[in-house]
């Protein structure tokens, strides 16, 4: 079991670096903006929030378009619009 995690990781890793590294920033943006919304759940700072939000989509967008996958990848831009859009109400821009 231990042995087929590894491997995953592994050629996930190998078929696509570039790719296999913006997973990563992108997960590490996403990970730290939803904790943080967690942890600050009665009055989050929404300014904050929609910038690093917006970082793990498109670092998340960039990484399919490197695997070509295009739904994932379309899903992640749309993320990217709604966190522009956000941002902005939250800053009163709009």
Sequence with gaps: MISKVKGFWVESFLSNRKAFYLEVVSFVF????SLYLAITADNPTMEL?????????????LAHYERKVAFPMLLTIYFCFVNMFGFGRACGFW
């Design 30 to 33: 996403a990970v730290s903006a």
């Design 49 to 61: 929030v929609y910038p690093i939000f917006f970082i793990a989509a498109l670092a998340s967008t």
